[in-house]
């Protein structure tokens, strides 16, 4: 299986996320972290705190129709495992983010922006574990 190169999507991509990052923490103060914007929009602690989580969370529901606007298409989303290892994998990813106090965008994006160790640490940690589970998944149980 083969992952296509976009270093062009990736480029704009990369951008609009680190430009989000940097506003959020101007304006707001806040850590760009998807997983506790998520989790602070579900158990509200004020209109004010969760009128800006909204705010998040609908651009990134309508960014793909903004796309789909502007090229005509929508954007490919292409997942190479079955419906079961995705749920599986999910719950995974939730039992890291827990344990981990935080997920790639708060650690990788905010965290390593501000030199934080325990982020520096969780972000290797996050690739390494990515890495072993992209070869176990690939080449030992055949793409499930």
Known sequence: MITEFTPWASLIGGLLIGGSAVLLMALQGRVFGATGILAGFL??????????????LAGMVTGPTLYMLITGVMPAVDVPVSRVALIIGGFIVGIGVTYGSGCTSGHGVCGMARLSPRSIAATITFMITTGITVYIVRHVLGGI
């Open 43 to 56: 158990q509200p602690n004020g209109a004010k705190d969760w009128m800006w989580r909204a705010a998040i």
